[in-house]
């Protein structure tokens, strides 16, 4: 069975600076997806980045990467240059390769102050 | 297209009457999930439907829930005798499945509150 864990249930980060949200996870899969997803107040939740597992280059979009260490079994997301739209619930999420369901960690708060 | 859609938004009901939820997918999608948010936790996996064939349910899925995709379309969800503790926000999702990965696009949800 898969595991996700975020242990930041909230983060701050001043505008225009950097933030970086933790997540582990647990599988005993060898080829499997990680995703960060954002859901702001009230709107849908929506794909930030994903990083194939069976790559070893980290993801990058725009201001948005990961640091994704295999073998610790970690996938930490790197905000640059953080935006008040910024400000959302982001979930770490898992996907088995050829697999049916996203697991979800519980979630970060991040606040974005100006 | 304009995403996946989700109806109603809100909807507040007396413990132990049934309710119905709507999921419209972006079309051409064959992939439809259905996950459940309590607060202050990560959607949970419900069941996924591969066009009209519903594949896998969870064991979160009680008895009293059901759901169909009648002509591999919208999909409904329908909780009976609701709980309390059905009081979530349920998040339907679809995706373009061709074997491997693709990304899940999620519409805004229904939350449900049970008095």
């Known amino acids: 069975a898969q595991t996700v864990t975020q242990s930041q249930p909230e983060m701050s980060v001043q505008e225009a600076e950097t933030v970086t949200l933790s997540c582990t996870y647990d599988?005993?899969?060898?080829?499997?997806?990680l995703f960060w997803y954002k859901q702001p107040p009230s709107r849908q939740m929506i794909l930030v980045i994903r990083?194939?597992?069976?790559?070893?280059q980290n993801a990058t979009e725009n201001r948005f990467s990961v640091n994704f260490q295999k073998a610790a079994k970690s996938f930490s997301l790197k905000i640059s240059d953080s935006q008040l739209g910024d400000a959302a619930m982001y979930f770490c999420a898992s996907l088995m390769e050829y697999g049916n369901k996203l697991v979800f960690g519980a979630g970060t708060i991040l606040r974005v102050k100006s | 297209d304009t995403g996946v859609s989700q109806n109603p938004r809100h909807k507040i009901t007396k413990r132990g009457q049934n309710v119905t939820f709507r999921c419209d997918p972006i079309s051409e999608h064959n992939r439809l999930y259905w996950y459940r948010q309590t607060l202050g936790q990560g959607p949970e996996f419900l069941t996924y439907f591969q066009n009209e064939a519903q594949l896998e349910k969870s064991r979160l899925l009680s008895d009293r829930f059901s759901a169909e995709r009648p002509k591999g379309s919208f999909s409904t969800l329908e909780i009976q005798r609701t709980e309390q503790g059905d009081s979530a926000m349920y998040l339907c999702a679809s995706s373009p499945w061709t074997g491997r990965d693709t990304e899940a696009f999620f519409g805004q949800g229904t939350r449900l509150t049970v008095v």
């Open positions: 990083q194939e597992a069976y790559k070893q």
């Open positions: 599988t005993s899969e060898s080829d499997y997806y």
